[in-house]
């Protein structure tokens, strides 16, 4: 049987969530097309740290291409920490307040269409019903005028005290952020673009693009965004080639590809051209670090999706992500719990017992004195709350189907979207430091 015509056949027997789809769809990925010069200046504002309050963190560090987009950490340091991925400290003239409490998201193929549900929960999507056609966490409250959800959702990190925002009345940014005051006059987001526009290079690249008005917020974003679709759009890897039809895989990834979309089930979820279904299931995921909670709280579970949708049902569920490139973007799981794909794999083969077995010593976390990383796995009432929730049910594979699919897994990654198109900037405009 011809590649292309087994693999149609794989995927619609295999894999009902993409067999509703036609094989054409699943093809053809969709990438809104994306100006030059737009890209250009999108990828310097990403790498310059004048968009956080302190203007010490830039996107890049906690999403850079050395690290595949992510930064190789479970949980990462924001605002107060010094350095790229494993190597990030605390500084002790800025010491952080917090572990930013979710592991960093790889940002291949964001752009695509398909792309419509951000942030681990989810809580920024496209809803048609909603002004902008973006729901978000800010209500009513939300700026319009972003060009996509995906613009939308590059600019909420600047918005987090622990990520980019900064600590209690550290700068004009932060102290803002405390009140509450974020996209209205005189917000934080105001602040920022007043920043930008006042440095000529940047004041002049979008009067070039957009005339003489003044410079907005979602102007900014909207060429971020712009970037990151660009310089991160991974379709062109093995299995995209085998897909088309002009390459074959090795004999191992085909045993993996015929286990991941059949025995292993692993397309259940992970459907679609982009292996996900962009969903949200509970899979009861270790629970590691501060967990996602308000500054007056002192617990420290993740309650996933529920925290956004306030429906029991959906406690403990966390999106499922993409699986392109995924060899290179440990740790894994929203709170980053495991380091290595087998055992991320082998936590699929039975949530539960794996969530009560958990070694924390694969934790991947920057010294952060006084962090209070174990409470939730040595609480058994929250821990029996996650059990729960689970609804994957157990199965059984060999250690060689495990490296069968980590083989296939492997044929997900496209060596020109690790790269990048762009790369790093040599420079920003604001003439801060650069991360390397």
Known sequence: MPRGAYFVMLMVLMAPAVGAQSFGEMERAQFPAVDEARVKLGQLLFYDPILSGSKTVSCATCH????????????SLGDGGVGLGPE????????????IPRNSPALFNLGATEFTRFFHDGRLEADPDRPNGIRTPLGEDMALGFASVLSAQAMFPVLSPDEMAGHYSETDV?????????????GAWGIISDRVAGIPAYADAFAALNGARPVTFTDISDVIADFIAFEWRADGSPFDQFVAGETGLTSQQTAGLELFYGKA???DCHSGRFQTDHDFHAIAMPQIGPGKKSRFEDHFRDEGRALVTGRSEDAYKFRTP???????TAPYGHSGAYSSLDAVIRHHLDPVASLNAFDKTQVILPDLEGAEDWEVLEDPAEMARIAAANTLAPRVLSDDEISDLIA??????????LEGRLGIPASVPSGLPVER
């Open 265 to 267: 089930a692993c397309a």
């Open 408 to 417: 296939f897994l492997g044929a997900l990654t496209d060596p020109v979207s």
């Open 64 to 75: 850079h291409p050395n690290l595949a987009t992510a930064d190789g950490v479970s949980l």
């Open 174 to 186: 932060s102290k803002v952020v405390r009140l509450g005051r974020l996209t209205h006059d005189g």
């Open 88 to 99: 990030r400290r605390a500084d002790a003239d800025n010491y952080p307040e917090e572990r």
């Open 322 to 328: 993409s699986l392109r490139n995924v060899t290179q």
